[in-house]
């Protein structure tokens, strides 16, 4: 229970200042910065505190004074979402805190390089805003020690500390210093290889995995000829009269809840998914990975589409819808493939052997799987057939066709 209020507190403080329409950077960004800023808060007060009691009454008011203004700009940031203000004012506190103590406490040596603490504004411009304005703190960080360098002979030759206790602040500070970047960094890079890798996942479901890193490494993805795949089309029957039944949500529910199973049928296949136009279902085997089952392997498919699509309509029925039924039609051949487009890009293939494919879909019958004599001669001892009456394909004459009946 503890651990789960303390989820939600976590959450709740990093989403201080999000906008829903913020990009993923920008909402790590701000999450990160504001998540940074209350531990410095924290420290702050404490550290106050503890100058307070060595009666270093000028040094604890520095801290004490930067954790109020931290809050009050961690408040105006959850109301006005102002990021840039927030950032600025952030960095410049922690920019500015360190080296005004190191003037309070004595220089280096006797401030146990606290200025230390003002590196984390250059770093932390580093993460949250352009690299541009980072070397700009970084110059601003610079630019501190050198004047506290310049200050030191005319500064304080001690303090109310202990050789004891400024070694051990030394310790301290080295520590914290080290340990909150490496916070910053890890927290930072752990949310960048999460989103790397929901893009990647996306990715790879609008194209295959060879073809997504290719396109990864070079920038672009050749187009490729496949001397031999299978091809398959599927398609409802009767899909216009049944879709005027249906509302726009339940034919969509239908048609995902359909195209969802047939994604899980061809992947356990090795087969890739092509695209789908209306009810329309394409998908092909043999690529981009070649091999040679790629004619079992989408008539296997294609057995088991069968079977889902017998069993959703017999639901269908049960419910008072309208029952689905599937044509499906194969065909091996070449073909080539490549990637489409610059703006939502497609993997895609083409050549005859696609437009045969489709022929054999329109040319088939519901609940049946029509093949060409080209499949069939690849698959003829794995399963059985009835063999069809010849159909004619501008440019190519007759072909034959056969239905797939069970496998041997």
């Known amino acids: 229970m503890k651990n789960s209020l303390f989820e939600k507190v976590f959450l709740s403080i990093s989403q201080i200042g999000c906008n829903p329409d913020d990009s993923e950077e920008l909402k ?12 410095f808060m924290i420290t702050g007060v404490i550290w ?19 954790s109020i203004f931290s809050l009050i700009s961690i408040i105006y940031f959850g109301f006005t979402r ?18 005004m103590l ?10 146990s390089a606290v200025i230390l603490w003002s590196l984390i504004s250059p770093l932390g411009a580093m993460l949250f805003d352009k690299q541009p304005n980072a070397r700009n703190w970084l110059l601003a960080f610079v630019c501190l020690v050198i004047i506290v360098g310049i200050l030191q002979p005319s500064l304080r030759s001690e303090n109310n500390f202990s050789p004891g206790l400024i070694n051990l602040f030394f310790i ?6 080290g340990s909150l970047i490496f916070f910053m960094f890890y927290y930072f890079v752990g949310k960048k290889n999460f989103f790397q890798a929901r893009s990647e996942s996306l990715l790879l479901n609008i194209l295959p995995k060879e073809i997504s890193e290719e396109l990864k490494a070079r920038g672009s993805a050749e187009a ?24 726009p949500a339940e034919l969509v529910a239908e048609i995902d809840t359909c195209f969802k199973a047939f994604d899980n049928i061809i992947s356990k296949h090795n087969i ?30 294609a057995m088991e589409i069968i079977q889902f699509v017998d069993l959703f309509s017999r639901q269908s029925k049960k419910s008072g819808a309208e029952p689905f039924e599937i044509r499906i039609g194969i065909h091996s051949g070449p073909v080539v493939a490549g990637i489409v487009g610059f703006k939502k890009f497609a993997y895609d293939i083409w050549g ?42 501008k440019n190519k004459g007759e072909i034959d066709m056969y239905f797939v009946e069970k496998e041997l």
């Open 224 to 247: 490729k000829q496949f001397d031999s795949v299978t091809v398959m089309f599927t398609d409802f029957k009767n899909f216009t009269t049944i879709s005027e039944k249906l509302s």
């Open 48 to 66: 106050g505190l503890i100058y307070l009691h060595f009666g270093e009454k000028t040094a604890a008011a520095i801290p004490l004074s930067y």
């Open 28 to 39: 790590l960004q701000k999450s990160l910065l504001v998540i940074c800023s209350i531990p």
């Open 102 to 111: 190191m003037l309070a406490l004595g220089g280096f040596i006797n401030g």
């Open 172 to 177: 301290f500070n080295f520590f914290g210093v």
């Open 82 to 99: 102002n990021f840039r203000l927030f950032r600025f004012s952030q960095l410049l506190l922690i920019l500015l805190l360190p080296f």
């Open 272 to 301: 890739e998914k092509i695209k789908t136009i209306g009810d329309s279902y394409m998908c092909a085997g043999g690529l981009p990975v070649v091999n040679d089952t790629h004619a079992r392997d989408v008539i296997s498919a």
């Open 352 to 393: 005859d052997t696609v437009n045969i494919a489709s022929r054999m879909e329109s040319s088939g019958e519901a609940g049946k799987i029509n093949i060409s004599g080209s499949t069939y001669a690849l698959v003829k001892d794995r399963f059985t057939f009835t063999r069809r009456e010849k159909i004619p394909v």
